[in-house]
């Protein structure tokens, strides 16, 4: 079993340096930590909050995300599709996910608030009422993906195919039909 570190704040930390305890990580918060290149693999965050932390390239085999906020971090090439599923849970604020992986994950009802989210693969992702404000979907890949209910009004920079996504009651505004309709190559004015 691993050891539990509660309610517990870390700043600068750089884990790149000194690798982070393999341990269950309830309520704490870490701001400014690096991540980046680390192994996080086989540790459990709970109800943690990420801020400016960096994560580039982290490797998250088994890693567990549970309710857990990140608050302008970077998290690059990020492959979250290697994460523990079982509860697998977070938001999104202010960061850049950049040639992150989604891919096959079941995250229903995640919010991604003024993201960078391009080129990243949320194929075969079930997004389910999950909400997409003011982020930049440019090159991100929708493919056999679960978008019912998703919130794309204010998202910008998307080509996603209707035919080939799940896509009943999401909500689009006017302004996001070009990529909608982007593999017709219609032009809308």
């Known amino acids: 079993m691993n050891a539990l570190v509660l309610d517990k704040t870390f700043t600068k ?9 393999i341990a269950e990580y309830d309520s704490c918060t870490f701001k400014e930590c690096i991540f980046a290149e680390s192994f996080l693999s086989n540790v459990n ?8 932390c960096d994560f580039t390239n982290a490797k998250t085999q088994q890693t567990s995300f549970n309710t857990v906020e990140f608050i ?4 690059l090439g990020l492959l979250f ?29 995640t919010v991604f608030k003024n993201c960078n989210l391009e080129q990243v693969d949320f194929s075969q992702c079930n997004l389910t009422q999950s909400t997409f404000d003011n982020c930049n979907l440019k090159n991100a890949t929708f493919d056999d993906s679960n978008l019912e209910k998703a919130d794309f009004r204010t998202a910008y920079d998307f080509t996603i195919d209707p035919e080939n996504n799940k896509m009943k009651n999401a909500k689009f505004s006017t ?8 593999k017709h190559k219609i032009s809308i004015s």
Do not use: H, M, V, W
């Open 81 to 109: 599709n290697g994460c523990n599923p079982f509860l697998l849970s977070f938001t999104f604020t202010d960061c850049n996910l950049q040639l992150a992986s989604f891919y096959k994950l079941t995250i229903k009802k």
């Open 175 to 182: 302004n996001g039909l070009a990529g909608l309709l982007r």
């Open 72 to 75: 302008n971090c970077k998290l």
């Open 45 to 52: 965050f709970i109800g943690c909050t990420f801020i400016e």
């Open 13 to 21: 930390e750089d884990y790149k340096i000194n690798r982070l305890a």
